[in-house]
């Protein structure tokens, strides 16, 4: 049985990285070719989506294949939107330069943080990375030029010219956050992928095995901690883009999201990640149709998508604890063991 | 090859979920402009109804609401109805950034109207690009005086008088009156507060203890230092610029203290029936406190606008208890039917714009200083009246009922004037 | 010199809040190992209940009675209901370890959105039942006063209670022992899965006071009683989760630092200094002040 896993993974692993990077343009040029055909209104949620999808990657990263918890991405989050704004307030370098601002400032802070995070587990690093992304943001009312509960300005301006009159706010919002969150899955499924992904996983499973086999858990930890948190950067700062860099755009309930995002879509698969950024958009938008019906009460549209969303979280977490596709997945595998063993 | 197929399955499938979420809606043909049909003509605004905020200012939009209903009762502008949704931004600048996006985006309004707050507007004005896209944001709820420049904001009308205004005419009055006296100042730690800031400095008043707060924080433990350091300097005079729930946090927690300066109260932070509704204070406390407004008193019954607005409040707003908030919600909201009206037969918002440029500055309204409306000139009202409160928490002016001090928001001077105020329409709509 | 007792005064009681909440995270991770991050939000629901019914009889103690014997159901329910359930399906595979949290989390997420439902997010005030008028000594006016004095009296009132329940009842003693070691516990006749469901009754229970103490005079939301969550956790974590003593005495410790941060440098770095005490024990201290040493793994 073994072997025939075996056998099976080296022909999987026939030349994966560029199917996978097609995989990735052909996703992307049909999203953006998308963005032409349908209302600003779903081009600008098309972004939030992609938004949603990369911070939610960063926490499977984390979660799914390291067994870390963060309660605490919305900080990390603030730090890459405060990172990319700063840097383009000050400096005003090409674009792209202050989203790897973004990306390499909240990687310090996550290394700094998985640091003292790789000692601790399970509760203890949810609560310290809660109170991490409760307290953070106050930061930006101590010091002036981080301009305090109203925040900073990232303005990525207008599309460039060359892109005609039609092309709108939205759109070009779009066209960023969808690039930046493909190109960032792309790499992180390599990782995953990677030796390194296998140690992870491997140490999430039996750290005293893989510490055993000579794995070093702890760095690892912190690698991943660290890879995780610029990723979550660059969310935050696409997310600074579309609304604001300030204290109250990175709230505990952007984390509370991020985590309910990324449970639905099953913690151990990165796929599912554009699935739970769609799953956060929506529902607060059948909600809203459900809250009509009821004479639109603000306590309704207020409350109903989180009562719908955390529901959704405690039966997942309940019922199928490794998220529906993973379960689905696991479901396959089952029965093509089982076929397998008939066949023998 | 095949099989790594079937492994994508997922991937593809969360794809093609993705794509159709998208692909939902196409977008419509449009006709008339944005938000306008033949029988209805759609806006919106963004204000706290919850939050730190919420106390106090969640009675305005509600308040604009029934005057439009009023409006729509009365057949409506120019023969349609005025269709008013209100989004609850909970005072937060990034949450009026996304109920804006889904005021243009999805409710597709034609304009905004009476947005709260100034870094709520600053925010939205710069992300959402309100000035490029073409989409009127009329008559804010703010005062900050940086709103009246028209090359950065030119869809965005303000109608409060400025808050460098208020701290101009408030700090002459301070020097003439409590010259000598230690004074103290609380203030809202943002473009809010420093709007004031400026107009202090202009006024050439200096105070002994500075305390800026972080809007967000005003609650009974951040006041109760503010008053234990107030109390420690000695101050004798307390000038709290900030929101009305921090008015009332300080307000409160003082009482309970013992502590009884001299209170002065900015014009936005000033609504007696909030204070007391917030706290345990009995509303004879007030009594002395001094404060301004440019719009009369909301328990004036005697004046036709107040009495007019008392009217609209009982039927079409669940006879709510009307004050300051209200007042400032249905003065607002007749601003705003009187430019529709005037926007033509055929409103775009171009010609929205166009009509109060034109003819802003002649419209009637409750507040007592002139309007400053003009093709170059995007002041609103320019002045206040100062009172004090009396034992039933009413604010009596402190001269002949109709002075106002009126300056403007550079280091022009401050004129004592008498008001001129237009008189109130037929029945209180647009002409 | 007065201004210093008045901070510490003035700490004590806010302190003595947090020790609670502390107390309540205390008992559930003795009892289940997990950290119940619904815990504010089950005080949450048993505030409004408390908030709605002084509004209806004007009874501050009958709503006290029922918020705490409410807050003590829920948390059994929780327990019977929902964790049993979760340690039944998710005892193993990747998430196990993280899925406490997230169930707790959920939980959180749904007794907020059912607040917000049938109270509205819109701040309701909690009226003080005694004065909030500061003791007056001579001429001056302290800002400590009768509120902080029931604040005070009440919670220690409770932790006696606690104290004697747990040293001095055959409950107490089978809780403690289901605490130290749940396999002799069993082995002696304990029935373990019991002790579980009382530890999130006290919890439930001690967590409702805390509630109830911190809501008067300010406005109460769904949301309010986040920040007592946080402040509770890193309590517990000075106290070392595992010691009752040591959550009581965590609470006090942070009450009172926290107030003089408040007065002295501000409300702004309230969170930081809290974040900073949290990591520094967790790296420095792992055990906490009052742990046994080895304890942090879980």
Known sequence: MLKQKRDKSSKREHNPYRRRL???????????????????????????????????????????????????????????????????IYLQPPLIVTFIAAVVVAALFGAIIGGGAARLSGPYLAGTTLALALGLPTLANLFSFLGGETGLYFDVGIAPERFGAEF?????FFWIAALATLIMLFFIQNILKSRYGRAWKAGRSNPAAAQLVGLQVGRRKVLAFTISAGVAGLAGALLGMVSLVAPSTFTLSLSFAIITGAVLAGLTS??????????????????????????????????????????????????TPNGPAEQWHHHKEKKKQKALEKAH | MIGSFRKKGLVAASAIVAIAGLALAAVPAQAREVGVTATSIKIGTTVPLTGIAGPGYAKVAPAMKAYFDYVNANGGINGRKIEFIIKDDRYLPPVSVEKTNELILKDKVFAIVGALGTANNLAVNSRVRLGSRGVPSLFVNTGFSGFADKKKFPTLFPLFSSYRMEAKIMGQYIKENFAGK?????????????????????????????????????????????????????????????????????????????????????????????????????????????????????????????KFFREVNTTYNNNATFDNNIMAGMNGAMMVAQALKAAGANPTRKSLIAAIESKGSTWASAGYPPIGFSSTSRVGYTGFWIGKYNLTGSLIPVEAKGTIFTTDSGNGPVVKTTSKRPALPAKGLPN | MQQVINVFLIGISIGSIYA????????????????????????????????????????????????????????????????????????????????PVIATLGLLGVIRALVGLIWTNEGKRFESPVSTAGFVIGDTTLPFSRLNLLIIFTAAFVMIVFSIVFQRTNLGLALRAAAYNPEIARLSGVKVSMTRTIGWVFAGAAGAVAGILLSPNDSLTPYSLDVLFVFGFVAAVIGGLESLVGAVVGGLVLGVGLSFITFYLGTSLVFPTAFIVLVVVLLVRPSGLFGVKGARSA
Do not use: C
């Open chain 1, 22 to 88: 097609l995989f990735f343009i052909l996703l992307g040029w049909g999203l953006l070719l998308l963005g032409d055909r349908v209302s600003e209104l779903r081009v600008y949620q098309g972004a939030l989506i992609a938004i949603y999808a990369l911070a939610i990657g960063s926490l499977i990263l984390l979660t799914g294949y390291s067994g870390q918890l963060s309660l605490g991405q919305g900080a990390f989050m603030a730090i890459g939107a405060y990172a990319a704004a700063l840097t383009q």
């Open chain 2, 182 to 306: 230690k004074i103290g100042l609380i203030y809202q730690n943002d473009d809010f507060g420093a709007d004031a800031l400026k107009g202090f400095e202009s006024a050439g008043v200096k105070f002994d203890v500075s305390l800026p707060y972080v809007s967000g924080t005003q609650g009974a433990a951040t006041a109760t230092t503010w008053i234990q350091k107030m109390a420690a300097a000695k101050v004798e005079v307390v000038y709290i610029f900030g929101v009305t729930t921090a008015t009332a946090a300080a307000v409160g927690v003082a009482a309970a203290a013992g502590y009884k300066p001299q209170w002065i109260f900015g014009s936005v932070g000033a609504d007696a029936t909030t204070i007391v509704g917030q706290t345990t204070v009995p509303v004879a406390l007030l009594n002395g406190a001094l404060s301004m407004s440019f719009m009369p008193d909301a328990a004036d019954t005697t004046d036709e606008y107040v």
């Open chain 1, 168 to 172: 709108t706010l939205y759109k070009w």
């Open chain 3, 20 to 99: 609670l909440m502390s107390l309540a995270l205390v008992l559930v991770w003795r009892s289940t190992r997990v950290v119940n991050f619904a815990q504010a939000g089950q005080a949450i629901v048993t505030t409004y209940i408390a908030w709605e019914v002084v509004n209806r009889s004007g009874s501050f103690l009958m709503a006290f009675i029922l918020a705490v014997a409410i807050g003590g159901l829920i948390g059994g329910l929780v327990e019977s209901g929902m964790m049993r359930t979760l340690f039944k399906h998710a005892s193993d595979g990747p998430v196990a370890a993280v899925a």
């Open chain 1, 270 to 319: 990165l796929t599912g990640s554009i699935l739970g950024g769609l799953v956060l958009v929506v529902i607060p938008e059948i909600a809203e149709m459900v809250s009509g019906n009821f004479g639109e009460s603000e306590a309704v549209t207020a409350n109903f998508p989180g009562l719908i969303t955390s529901l959704l979280l405690i039966l997942t977490v309940l019922f």
